[in-house]
């Protein structure tokens, strides 16, 4: 309830927050919402008429949320790339991954996966898939 509360703080005389924010606020929680769960919770909202998200309402979507998240390793997501690891070296050209983030599953902008190789990236244009999984999944 605290951060629910200084969330929704910025509009006095109000309760809850702005249903546009679901997700963010989700994300602050340390939830990852698909894009899908965050549309339908907005879309529930607006459909009642409600373009703010009370706390009483808010709290079975985050549970929702939390209780349909993957619980993968990073050992998985190893596991995953490998198929794309045709060296057997540990490493996948930036491209491919590129690729692979922006068009399979819940798509990432450019903008993202810059970022996200950003300094994994060898002089060959090649990413060592393992140190990113490993950094992405570290709980530091």
């Not at 702005?18 to 602050?28: I, T």
């Not at 949320?65 to 050992?75: F, I």
């Not at 692979?100 to 798509?107: D, H, M, Q, S």
């Not at 060898?122 to 999944?137: A, F, K, P």
């Amino acid at each position: 309830l605290g951060l629910f509360s200084v969330v929704a703080w910025p509009c006095p005389g109000s309760s809850g927050i702005n249903a546009e924010y679901g997700g963010d606020v989700l994300r602050a929680l340390g939830q990852n919402p698909t894009e899908a769960e965050v549309k339908k919770a907005r879309a529930d909202c607006e459909a009642n008429g409600q373009k703010r998200i009370a706390f009483e309402t808010f709290l079975p979507i985050y549970l929702s949320v939390q209780r349909n998240a993957p619980n993968y390793s990073a050992k998985d997501y190893i596991e995953g790339l490998r198929v794309f690891d045709k060296e057997g070296n540990g490493t996948i050209s930036s491209a491919e991954l590129r690729h692979v983030l922006t068009t399979l599953g819940e798509p990432m902008e450019d903008k993202e996966v810059d970022d996200l190789i950003s300094g994994y990236e060898d002089s060959q244009g090649c990413v060592n898939y393992e140190d990113l999984i490993r950094m992405l999944t570290s709980k530091e």
